[in-house]
Nanobody
C-alpha cells in the first residue's frame, strides 16, 4: 500500500486547512488509519486515528476540539480537517495505515506511511 498525503500549506493562526491522504489500493478500507506530525527538531507525534469503518476516533489532547479525522473508504481517502490552527501546529504531517481495524497513538501499530505534507502556521 502506498499513501500520498496532500493539502498542507502556509496559513495564519486561527485559520483552517484540510489534509487528504489517498491510498494506492482499496484494501486499506480494512485497516485503521492515523495522522502523525513531526515538528522541526522533535519526535514524530500522534495526532489522530480512525477505525476501519470510521466509527471510532482518537485524538491527541493538543488537537481535541480543533481537528477532525474522517475517511471515505469508497474513495480510498483519509482526511484531517484542522481548524483554529496555532503556530504550535507547524509540522510535517504524515498519514499512516494500521496493521488492524482499530488503532491508537502507538506508531508500532502502523506499517505503512505516506511521505508527509508541510503545514506552517504563522502568528
Amino acid at each position: 500500500v502506498q499513501l500520498q498525503a496532500s493539502g498542507g500549506g502556509l496559513v495564519q493562526a486561527g485559520g483552517s486547512l484540510r489534509l487528504s491522504c489517498v491510498a494506492s489500493r482499496p484494501t486499506f478500507s480494512n485497516n485503521a488509519m492515523g495522522w502523525f506530525r513531526q515538528a522541526p527538531g522533535k519526535e514524530r507525534d500522534f495526532v489522530a486515528s480512525i477505525s476501519w469503518r470510521g466509527g471510532t476516533t482518537y485524538y491527541a489532547d493538543s488537537v481535541k476540539g480543533r481537528f477532525t479525522v474522517s475517511r471515505d473508504n469508497a474513495k480510498n481517502m483519509l482526511y484531517l480537517q484542522m481548524n483554529s490552527l496555532i503556530p504550535e501546529d507547524t509540522a510535517v504531517y504524515y498519514c499512516a495505515a494500521s496493521r488492524g481495524p482499530y488503532s491508537g497513538p502507538s506508531q508500532l501499530q502502523y506499517n505503512y506511511w505516506g511521505q508527509g505534507t508541510q503545514v506552517t502556521v504563522s502568528s
